[in-house]
């Protein structure tokens, strides 16, 4: 076993030798439940200068022309969550479906026609490593200056080769604000390099799906709307809420102080939201600990909590997953719904870390999203730093409209409040699929470059839930066509 290691290992090194601008070192030859890997599949560290931080990396080349196709930079949010998760269920070349025990085969994996990097973001999420936690405390000015840090050196040390492709940051929830902040950061080094001659990044744009960027409209106060309209809250607690409440920036770092009033309605607002899946309105909720695992033969539901203490956390709780969410009242505390267990299995095997070369000095544990993680965000979120990059980069934002976490209501909000131009009316888009033409989803372009597209029908984590639609939306975007 050991020596087929070896001689994999010797191949990779021999195959990278003859494609300079790649780092061999990085690359992952075989993987469980991937059976093929020849597009190209990495797996790294990008260390912070100065620092003892090294943010972990996993690389999907393009299937269709790693040389020409565009660099995309992908981060889950949280904040604390892997980005490990997006390759994983959401858009890699293998995906793990909810409920599926196994990867398979994704027909579309966003690596069909680009070069995809997962970036595990700030240093102590997933097997990143931070060493020195008080090199991780963190806010979303610090996280974002060692993202640029991150993407300059995997662009100038890693893969050298695609130093001068297209190159795209992207994300959701969190990293609504992720994604921004970053994009500034380029903005600034590019500025400040360009008349040095130096090399500087070919930044074209940046894609976010329902992310966080605007307190007073996103998460709460939108939900709250879009659950009304969706059958989940009654006409007299709306119209309490509606008449007599605020709840701009109730999910913000400095929340408002509800009436007494206000606070009990929005508890009985949660309260009958409770077990409805926040990131898929119509999705199952998964619970935790999950119904599949066993220990000793019996459902860890089953067991006592002593003994489940001493297993390793077994789900996710929505208030790790979108930490934003977990709000000051104690009712308010939404549901685990997310699917988790066999992602959970993957990542912490051994055979699996061994592959990806994950440092000895990484957590002991990966888990989909850091706990006791120190994180400021900022009150004014991302909706200020539109107007630096408008009509200098392209942007989309896509929202997949039957996510509860960061509704499309919400973001909408934003658009209205920001007051572009509209260039293209509001227009249904549509893929074809084995029944005919569907309706995949609604799509506008304004002013300045900035296309918004909703993704009919999917929740939170669109591109796992409606794979085909918001690959769609995607890829024409990128290629400059019409949604
Ligand atoms: C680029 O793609 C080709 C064709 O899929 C593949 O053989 C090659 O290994 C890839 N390059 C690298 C450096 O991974
Ligand atoms: C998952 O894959 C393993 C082998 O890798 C196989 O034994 C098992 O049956 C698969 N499970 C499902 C549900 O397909
Ligand atoms: C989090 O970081 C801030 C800023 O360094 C610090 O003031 C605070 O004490 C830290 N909180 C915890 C719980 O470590
Ligand atoms: C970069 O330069 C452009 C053009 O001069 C300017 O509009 C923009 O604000 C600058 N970006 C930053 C982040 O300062
Ligand atoms: C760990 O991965 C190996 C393959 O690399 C697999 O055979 C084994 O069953 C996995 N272990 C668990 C506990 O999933
Ligand atoms: C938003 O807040 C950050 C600090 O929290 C600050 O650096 C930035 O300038 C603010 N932006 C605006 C437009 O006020």
């Known amino acids: 076993m050991l020596k087929k290691v070896l001689a994999i290992v010797g191949f990779a090194a021999a195959v990278s030798a003859q494609t300079p601008g790649y780092p061999a070192e990085d690359r992952v030859p075989e993987l469980w439940q991937q059976p093929d890997l020849s597009f190209g599949f ?10 003892k931080k090294q943010y972990h990396y996993l690389a999907a080349l393009s299937r269709n022309n790693n040389a020409t196709d565009p660099v995309i930079i992908w981060f889950n949010g949280g904040p604390g969550c892997s980005s490990m998760l997006g390759w994983a269920q959401e858009h890699g070349p293998y995906a793990m479906e909810d409920g599926a025990q196994n990867f398979t085969f994704n027909d579309w994996s966003w690596n069909n026609n680009a070069n995809m990097f997962y970036i595990e973001s700030p240093a102590n999420v997933g097997y990143s490593v931070c060493e020195d936690l008080a090199e991780c405390q963190w806010t979303d000015a610090n996280s974002a200056d060692d993202n640029l840090a991150a993407v300059l050196y995997l662009l100038q040390n890693k ?69 009304y309209y969706h059958g989940l809250v009654s006409d007299e607690l709306f119209n309490n809420i509606n008449q007599n409440c605020d709840l701009s920036y109730v999910d913000a770092p400095n929340p408002p102080v509800l009436t007494a009033q206000c606070q009990t309605w929005l508890n009985k607002f949660n ?34 909590d002593a003994a489940h203490e001493m297993s390793e956390v077994r789900g996710l709780t929505s208030d790790k997953y979108t930490p934003f969410l977990k709000s000051k009242n104690p009712l308010s505390v939404v549901p685990p719904c997310v699917y988790a267990e066999p992602i959970l299995d993957y990542f912490n095997n051994q055979t699996i870390k061994d592959a990806m070369h994950i440092s000895p000095k990484a957590a002991a544990k990966w888990d989909l999203c850091a706990d006791a993680f120190n994180y400021t965000g900022a009150q004014n979120a991302t909706q200020w730093i539109y107007p630096i990059l408008k009509g200098r980069y ?37 893929i074809t699929n084995m029944y005919g033409q569907q309706v995949a989803g ?42």
């Open 394 to 430: 392209r942007m989309l934002k896509y929202s997949g409209d039957a996510d509860g976490a960061v509704p499309t209501f919400g973001t909408q909000g934003w658009i209205n409040e920001l007051n572009w131009e509209v260039k293209e009316q509001w227009r249904p888009y549509y």
């Open 442 to 483: 609604y799509v506008e372009v304004r002013d300045g470059g900035f296309t918004f597209a909703t993704v009919h029908g999917a929740g939170h984590m669109a591109p796992q839930f409606k794979r085909q639609p918001t690959y769609h939306a995607i890829f024409n975007w990128l290629n400059g066509q019409p949604l």
């Open 42 to 51: 990495y797996s790294g560290y990008l260390p912070i200068a100065g620092t």
């Open 271 to 304: 309260s009958l939201v409770t077990l409805v899946n926040v990131y898929d309105i119509f999705g199952k909720c998964y619970k935790n600990p999950s119904i599949h695992r066993k220990i000793n033969g019996m459902k860890l539901q089953e067991v006592s």
């Open 159 to 227: 893969f050298t080769a695609l130093q001068n492709n297209d190159l795209y940051i992207s994300g959701e929830s969190y990293a609504g604000i992720y994604v921004p902040q970053l994009m500034l950061r380029l903005d600034m080094y590019i500025n400040e390099t360009k008349p040095t001659g130096k090399w500087v990044p070919n930044l074209k744009g940046m894609m976010v799906g329902n992310g966080v960027t605007n307190w007073k409209y996103d998460c709460t106060p939108a939900y709250f709307h879009m659950g």
